[in-house]
């Protein structure tokens, strides 16, 4: 055995047996935790998770129906300045009436060392406070005093619902190291839950059965599986049965950190996640919950906030039949309609599938939330004889879907089949085009619901390139200095994003950006079509920059500063996708006029850079003409809009010799 491998072997021996020294009982904190300076596999770590324990379980509430209890213990240790934010905890819960739900905090300790003796602070009720998020939301939140580096806190919460269609979610990754994470999850056997487990961790697994009692009280005549109880007065009752346990553990779970080219960092979190897939009272037949997608759509169509509103015409037919007069061709009816309602409505800002309430209403007041646009125009379309649909989806901010059932949705765009395709359509967005989405919806797969109340899946992923072509014709005097003139056109995504980001920045502001970014002095600066989504954003710029100067030479990038500098990927491995949002492609077309009485020394060669199966491809021409002009045409293709992992070292490596060849240097020397 080589020495490095005895080493590693040593050190996890050391590790795991100071995991089974460590006492985590509550209040148990040592002066060995106390005095730790850093992380043991992650030294730059502000904070860490020493140990995290949830058990999740079933009881009863008051009215004798099920609630699901959890109760969570955490002990987190302060390293340096940079982790005092953990020591702010706070844990959401909805409140609507009796079916409301509720977290309580205790335990509540920070523990310092101070002369070698520990130092206990415990956390007053007036530290726990509760911020209300909305009229349905609040947060139960803690703020620890005394915290300095070195603290270890200790805190546990018990949140109880009534909301049993998922188990509560366990995160076992966090954005600070977590040495043990534990969970149980106790799910009585007439409830069956489907499952989905992170596959980016390792996790220890195992499961056992037991009984399990439990006291209630019931009133209105229904006992505890929602039978007669016999009895309209409250009662007293008991109840043993046998539940399931599942455990699971994770032991020096590294921090995750953001990558680049990552749609949602939460979809890559190592987790456990449970949601409600059949019950069996006794003495009842089983009950199936949202077993397949197409069951799904059909309920979610006959909410009275979704296929009502969309079969309801009545309100703007007068309208779309003025808008539509002599119109035949069904792209051009989409065309027609789509740009009114995106320029109609005002969307409020809410990401929903369902509707706030009546659609006419909506339309009169000329705003809603993402459905009652969306919907809207779906409604129209049909109207108007289009075979159109309303596709649900997660925002990347919501996340992947995980499980087959409708709470996993929040958000609704349109889509219209016009020949060879189903064209994509957001009417939330004035700068949105057609099958061009705002990025929020670009998140992998949303069900389209038919006619006929069936969910088709609908790749969400952009397939066409978005093109950004530049043209840039640069003079070099003897002193150095360029005066160049650039045009950069944007097209589809990259005119969209454009659009968003820029439509209400000042031209100063604008201008600023630019020569913070490239190193130039902007003269002059226009931005043409900004208003126009039918057609490419154009930015035309007058500036000037210097080069590099030494004795009689002058040395300068072939891409001037519109080079790219570093690669991107970092990271000695990748595990998650690389989510490039678009397939695009960059067009370079740079020409650079050598200044009177000097001539070319050294010029880079022209190259062709390709991955494996040419996802990403580079082309890079150079060449002297007889007008003494050095041409360069450089072009970038990004085939996919989302690449597996496995490609991710091919991809690093090509960025990697892409950087390096725009970094070379052309050398011009005096005649």
């Known amino acids: ?76 240790k302060v390293y340096s300045k940079d982790g005092y934010g953990y020591a702010n905890e706070g844990v959401s819960y909805y409140v609507d009436g009796v079916n409301s739900e509720s977290v309580d905090f205790s335990d509540l300790v920070v523990y310092n060392l101070s002369d070698g003796k520990v130092d206990k602070t415990k956390i007053k009720d007036d530290d726990v406070f509760d911020e209300e998020i909305n009229k349905k939301w609040r947060v139960k939140k803690v703020a620890f005093p005394n915290v300095k580096e070195g603290s270890v806190i200790e805190y546990r919460y018990i949140k109880k619902t009534p909301y049993i269609a998922s188990l509560p979610d366990w995160y076992f990754q966090s954005d600070i190291p977590v040495k043990k994470s534990e969970v149980e999850f106790a799910v009585p056997q007439c409830f069956v839950y489907s499952r989905i487990l992170s596959p980016y961790f390792p996790l220890e697994q195992d499961k056992k059965t037991r009984n399990a009692y439990r006291e209630y009280s019931t009133s209105v005549g229904k006992g505890v599986y929602g039978t007669s109880s016999g009895s309209n007065k409250s009662e007293k009752a008991s109840l043993t049965f046998t539940e399931n346990v599942y455990i699971y553990k994770a032991e020096n779970v590294p921090a995750l950190k953001n990558e680049i080219f990552v749609d ?44 009502k509103q969309i079969e309801n015409q009545s309100y703007y037919k007068e309208d779309v039949d003025a808008l539509l007069k002599g119109v035949t061709d069904d792209e051009k009816k989409v065309e027609i309609i789509f740009d009114y309602v995106k320029n109609k409505m005002a969307w409020n800002g809410d990401k929903s599938y369902l509707c706030t309430g009546n659609l006419k209403r909506a339309y009169e007041s000329r705003t809603g939330n993402s459905a009652d646009i969306n919907l809207m125009l779906v409604s129209m379309l049909k109207y108007a004889g289009v075979n159109a649909n309303p596709i649900l989806l997660s925002t990347r901010d919501n996340g992947h879907v995980a499980f087959v059932n409708r709470s996993e949705f929040n958000y609704v765009i349109a889509g219209a089949q016009l020949p060879g395709k189903v064209v994509l359509l957001d009417a939330t967005s004035k700068n949105a085009g057609i099958d061009v989405v705002p990025v929020r919806t ?48 944007y097209f589809d995504y990259e005119a969209l994003i454009y659009r968003e980001e820029k439509v209400n920045i000042s031209d100063d502001d604008k201008i600023r950006r630019l020569e913070n970014r490239y190193g130039i002095r902007i003269e002059e600066y226009t931005a043409s079509n900004v208003n126009e989504v039918g057609k490419a954003v154009v930015e035309e710029v007058s500036f000037t920059s210097d080069v590099d100067v030494a004795g009689n030479k002058m040395y300068f990038s072939p891409m001037l500063m519109l080079g790219m500098t570093q690669n991107p990927f970092k990271q000695e491995e990748r595990v998650y996708p690389i989510d490039i949002l678009y397939p695009r492609q960059e067009r370079y077309a740079i020409t650079i006029n050598i200044p009177e009485g000097y001539k070319v020394e050294s010029l880079p060669e022209s190259m062709a850079l390709g991955t494996q199966d040419d996802f990403v491809s580079y082309k890079f021409i150079v060449a002297v003409n007889q007008n003494n002009q050095i041409q360069i045409i450089a072009q970038e293709d990004v085939k996919y809009a989302r690449i597996n992992p496995e490609y991710y070292q091919g991809l690093k490596a090509f960025y990697g010799d892409l950087v390096k060849k725009q970094t070379e240097k052309i050398v011009l020397v005096k005649e």
């Open 1 to 76: 055995m080589k020495a490095g491998r005895q080493i590693s072997v040593l050190l996890l021996l050391l590790t795991t047996a100071t995991l089974l020294a460590q006492n985590y009982k509550p209040g148990k904190v040592s002066e060995k935790e106390l005095e730790e300076k850093a992380c043991p596999y992650d030294a730059d770590a502000p904070a860490a998770i020493l140990y995290e324990k949830g058990e999740i379980s079933f009881d009863f509430n008051s009215q004798g129906k099920w609630i699901i209890v959890t109760d969570v213990f955490v002990r987190l």
């Open 264 to 307: 949602n960092i939460n979809n890559y979190r190592s987790f456990v996640k449970h949601q409600l897939s059949s019950s069996q009272m006794p003495g009842e037949p089983e009950k199936k919950y949202a077993s397949d997608w197409d069951t799904v759509a059909a309920k979610i169509y006959e909410d009275e906030d979704f296929g």
């Open 442 to 489: 670009l998140n992998v797969f949303g069900r389209m619901i038919t006619d006929d109340l069936k969910a088709k899946e609908i790749s969400l992923m952009p397939e066409k390139k978005s093109r950004t072509n530049v043209m840039l014709i640069a003079s070099l005097d003897a002193e150095g200095q360029i005066d160049a003139n650039m045009k950069k056109q």
